[in-house]
């Protein structure tokens, strides 16, 4: 008997996920909601009105859910056919911020376009990487209990953009992200977490070692330990490492645990 053929419109008019869609806008609600109590003092100081940060922040909402609404009419399977250019692409787009980005506060991570403003190149290929990790995870789907082709070899994919990322970069933040977010997929894929408590907390350990090392002999990303012990004496750097510190006692020294309300003004 012949095969069905696959109905790839049943994929476009699937109904859409209640619980996910609701979770979506509630948290893109109270984010907008944070950005105005967080933004309208500074906000109405330096331009005369509260709104001025919100404003943008609220144009930028509905952009991305004009988004989210046409890619959810995009057959997910279609970008299993590009995941290999999309790996290339991330790589490529990670590797040219070195060299035509803008400098800012000391790292690399932007890009200036007219007239868009700035972005971070490193936003986009998260997204490339988790299309090429869906696709890959999903044709090596067979080999993800063994060792080297289920949890090495994977890793090695991510060597590229995470080397980019952290010596060129400074992007470290960026590098977490993105590795927490492939470990999830490879487990949820069918890695062997047994391979991610011996060789994952391995590798975790020589990277932060090779952090430490690159730190002492060239000066390059000490100023993440910095932050990290910060907290020891906040006040020998008030308004630096210390900064973001000292405002979290004063934020709680002067709204308790659960803040000083809604403030727009």
Not at 21 to 30: G, N, P, R
Not at 42 to 50: E, I, K, M, P, Q
Not at 143 to 160: D, N, R, S
Not at 193 to 202: E, K, Q, S
Request: hydrophobic content about 50%; aromatic content about 12%.
């Amino acid at each position: 008997m012949a095969k069905p053929e696959k109905n790839v419109a049943k994929t476009k008019n699937k109904p859409v996920d209640f619980t996910l869609c609701i979770t979506v806008l509630l948290l893109l609600a109270l984010g907008i909601i944070m950005v105005l109590s967080a933004s309208s003092p500074s906000a109405l100081s330096d331009y005369g009105d509260s709104y001025t940060y919100v404003s943008k922040q609220a144009l930028a909402a509905v952009i991305g859910l004009i988004g989210m609404f046409i890619i959810s009419k995009i057959d997910y399977h279609i970008y299993k056919s590009f995941y290999k250019l999309a790996y290339i692409g991330s790589v490529l787009l990670l590797a040219i911020v070195p060299i035509i980005g803008d400098d800012i506060n000391g790292a690399k991570r932007w890009i200036y376009i007219q007239p868009f403003g700035s972005f971070q190149p490193s936003e986009l290929a998260k997204i490339g990487l988790i299309v090429f990790y869906a696709a890959y995870l999903a044709n090596h789907r067979d080999e993800l209990k063994t060792t080297w082709k289920g949890f090495v070899k994977p890793f090695l994919w991510l060597v590229p953009p995470i080397l980019i990322l952290v010596i060129f970069q400074d992007h470290l933040s960026a590098s977490i992200v993105i590795l927490a977010v492939i470990s999830a997929m490879m487990v949820i894929a069918g890695t062997r977490l047994r391979d991610f408590f011996t060789l994952g907390v391995g590798a975790a350990g020589a990277g932060v070692g090779a952090l430490v090392l690159m730190a002492q002999l060239t000066g390059k990303g000490g100023f993440r330990f910095d932050r990290i012990t910060s907290f020891l004496d906040p006040w020998a750097d008030q308004t630096g490492d210390g900064w973001q510190v000292i405002q979290s006692l004063y934020a709680i020294g002067s709204g308790g645990l659960f803040g000083a309300g809604l403030r727009t003004e």
